[in-house]
């Protein structure tokens, strides 16, 4: 992987882009913004208004046809298996697909490597990995909260950055890994060699830090690729040559990050510990046990795949309907162990698109996918922001076998950036570059009145959340009335609309379409009582008794709490 990159210093002009721009590209996983009922749509948010700006700042270009099919191709799929359903759920995953296609033609825009544009991505990642690795080290010792609204504060011995949970730190900290290797090939200096030397080993310190087994496991797979590709890159040049130097640190300077990751394991429980050695041997432990066979198949996950796997069977060809995996677990009684809370994903992509979507969706969007990567050969790859690009999918495709790191606006841009990298078309001819800016910008200004809107519209049907002194002062009184009608929040507005209303006679129909509407988007305890609740007093005992008995199974202990308040009269199961 031999780098032939100008060493004369950037212009200041470029300099200035390229921090706009890595910034454009850091902020969605710093971003400490979280309000209203869902945790992760302020992310998107940010995550769109960013990609809004890298459109009017960056190049973009066309994808490769194939990839332009396949990307419509499963859009397509989640549409066929949402027709005549709620438009809610609908509409933010067709934004979902526009937004990675939007990224994608940035991406492939940045394949010419002129100016700040490919380098602002690496950048990008890399600040936001060494922020969060920071951030996530105070966690981990208790020392953030004078950081305030600006972060969480867990537990002590956990962190996770703004990102609110540790693997998700973790890719993050890896993806920063994977750009910090190809800014180290393209190095100007040695001095940027070694910042970037100590940069790796903070970011070693926090995957550390994060004790996820998924980051242990994308480690290695980046020590171990890369280490092959610096053994490679040394093997193809001539012994003592000095006509170029070598872009990748040593593969035993690589492969060095294990052991180091090894001591960190053990040393940041000994300092948390205040050097008490038998504590942090205790503490220091807590991978080796996470990784041990007994440890691995009694996981949670595990059961969870398996009762995915009974649901896939259950409906193996049109599956059970995009955003249904959390109503159809409510809804299934397993003979076997079953997962004991909401199971809205399935924690492996494959699985989820086989469960929502079907089978042959499924096989048809991972194999097209899977069909592409094999055609461009990434094992044969030369070319250093390429190489980069593999890496960073990697990550996160490694993620996506494990839990769903794509439903994040962040790891949503880096993808769709990755896939017009690797999949450009070519150029056989160019437009007029005033016409594709003024597109672009177009296509940019329309993006932001649309994030602008689901933002406002998601402040307003979140007042409900809020205590009613703390709500926007339209909407203190009559707040769930002036809620109605929202496009995309409409699930939302339904859910708090049954949670806080009383069942009675006069309200029972109402509510049990109401309660049964919103069981398919939260099947929680509140929301399965008012749907018993309703059935009894229209009389419909057999529906209510199922009702109760899936209630039984699935949330055992809050059935038993919604007993003991319960009239003598309550269902006998």
């Known amino acids: ?37 869902s945790v992760n749509t302020w992310q998107s948010f940010v995550t769109g208004a960013c990609l809004a700006g890298l459109l009017v700042l960056m190049p973009t270009a066309p994808l490769q046809r194939k990839m332009w099919i396949w990307v419509a191709a499963s859009a397509f799929f989640v549409v066929l298996s949402d027709v005549g359903r709620v438009p809610a759920i609908l509409w933010p995953t067709l934004g979902v697909f526009v937004g990675i296609g939007a990224a994608a033609s940035i991406g492939a825009g940045a394949v010419s490597g002129q100016g700040p544009h490919a380098r602002s991505v690496a950048v990008g990642l890399l600040v936001a990995g060494l922020l ?24 002590e011995g956990r962190a996770w950055g703004n990102l609110r949970q ?4 973790a890719t993050l900290i890896n993806l920063a890994l994977v750009a910090a290797l190809w800014l180290y090939a393209s190095r ?6 070694w910042a970037l030397s100590v940069a790796a080993v903070l970011l070693v310190a926090a995957v550390a830090a994060s004790v996820s087994r998924t980051g242990l496991l994308q480690l290695l797979s980046i020590t171990g690729i890369a280490a092959v590709a610096a053994w490679r890159e040394r093997r193809g040049s001539p012994r003592g040559s000095q006509s170029e130097r070598f872009g990748l640190p040593a593969p035993w300077v690589l492969l060095g990050a294990i052991p180091l990751y090894a001591a960190f394991h053990w040393l940041l429980p000994y300092l948390a510990s205040g050097g008490d050695a038998g504590h942090a041997v205790a503490s220091g432990t807590g991978m080796l046990h996470r990784l041990q066979p007994a440890a691995v198949t009694t996981d949670s996950r595990v059961v969870l795949w398996h ?46 698109l086989a469960v929502e979507l079907g ?43 494990l839990e769903y790191p794509l439903w994040y606006g962040p790891f949503q841009l880096v993808f769709g950036l990755c ?5 450009p078309a070519s150029p056989k001819r160019s437009e007029a570059s005033g016409k594709k800016k003024l597109a672009a910008f177009a296509a940019a200004a329309t993006w932001v009145v649309i994030i602008g809107y689901a933002a406002w519209d998601y402040t307003r049907v979140s007042q409900i959340y809020l205590p009613r002194d703390a709500r926007m002062s339209a909407y203190r009184d009559d707040t769930l009335a002036k ?8 699930r939302q507005v339904d859910f708090a609309e049954v949670t806080l209303t009383a069942v009675t006679p006069a309200n029972a129909a109402h509510m049990h379409e109401l309660a049964g509407r919103v069981l398919h988007f939260s099947p929680e305890p509140r929301v399965i009582v008012k749907l018993i609740e309703s059935a009894e007093l229209l009389g419909r005992d057999a529906e209510a008794h199922a009702w109760a008995e899936r209630f039984r199974v699935a949330f055992p202990a809050a059935f038993a709490r919604w007993l003991d308040n319960r009239p003598d009269d309550a269902p006998e199961l």
């Open 1 to 37: 992987m031999t780098v032939d990159i100008a060493c004369a210093p950037a212009p200041v002009a470029d300099r200035a882009s390229l921090v706009v721009l890595a910034g454009l590209v850091a902020f969605p996983f710093l971003s400490p913004l979280v309000a209203g009922p």
């Open 132 to 155: 969060t690795a920071v951030l996530g080290l105070l966690q981990y010792y208790g020392w953030a909260e004078f950081l305030g609204y600006l972060t969480t504060s867990p537990s």
């Open 166 to 169: 540790r693997n998700q730190f």
């Open 188 to 193: 100007r200096s040695r001095r940027t060699g």
């Open 307 to 352: 009762n995915v796997l009974t649901l896939i069977a259950q409906r193996p060809l049109a599956g059970w309907g995009w955003g249904e995996l959390s109503f159809a677990h409510f809804a299934t009684l397993y003979s076997g162990p079953r997962f004991p809370v909401i199971l809205d994903n399935a924690h492996n992509l494959p699985l989820h």
């Open 359 to 401: 089978i042959p969706a499924a096989l048809l969007i991972c194999g097209g996918f899977l069909w592409m990567v094999g055609a461009a050969k990434p094992w044969c790859e030369r070319d250093p922001l390429r190489l980069m690009a593999w890496g960073l999918l990697g990550v996160i495709l490694v993620h996506s076998l």
């Open 419 to 423: 896939l017009g990298i690797l999949w």
């Open 483 to 490: 809620l109605q009608g929202s496009w995309l929040f409409s």
